[in-house]
């Protein structure tokens, strides 16, 4: 797993002030995002614009996080991060409940029905709107809510879904 996880994207500036607004990637990059103050942006296929940048302060706006960067005090300097990438080290992000979970932590599962079948390896995890879908390799898509997924075991590195293989 990568040191630093990427949890969404600088939509442009926010105000006057240098204030970025981020457009996080799930629902629960917001938590991430709004609890750790060490920031890395980056450019697609590019080297980061910042090895590391000090976040003053955040807060939800919306379904959006608003930040301030120390030392961008106009909006111009917010402007033209707009693009990049926000990525924050995998150990900064807050601890969840016991059956939630980073949607990072489950690629690379393997998933399994309860009669030990193998259904393949989490290779993205989706936000459809009512809920998150699991992709595995091979193409199949299994809803990640309770009624399918039996057990996550992320020290297994092992998931347990009621499916079947020929869904």
């Not at 390799?137 to 879904?161: E, K, Q, T």
Request: hydrophobic share 45%.
């Amino acid at each position: 797993m990568p040191e630093r996880i990427a949890l969404g994207r600088v939509a442009g500036a926010y105000g006057l002030r240098g204030w970025i607004k981020v457009v996080p990637y799930g629902s629960a990059a917001d938590s991430a995002l709004l609890q750790t103050r060490d920031w890395q942006l980056a450019r697609s296929g590019a080297e980061p614009l910042a090895l590391h940048l000090t976040i003053e302060r955040a807060r939800c706006h919306g379904a959006a996080v608003v930040a301030k960067i120390a030392g961008i005090d106009e909006r111009d300097g917010a402007e033209r991060l707009k693009g990049a990438e926000v990525r924050i080290k995998r150990i900064d992000f807050p601890p969840l409940a016991d059956d939630e979970y980073y949607w990072v932590d489950l690629i690379g599962c393997e998933v399994i029905n309860p009669d030990g079948q193998p259904l393949g390896r989490v290779v993205s995890v989706d936000d459809h709107g009512a809920h998150a879908i699991l992709e595995l390799d091979g193409g199949v898509l299994i809803p990640f809510v309770s009624v399918y997924i039996v057990s996550v075991d992320l020290g297994a590195r092992r998931i347990v879904a009621d499916w079947q293989a020929d869904y």
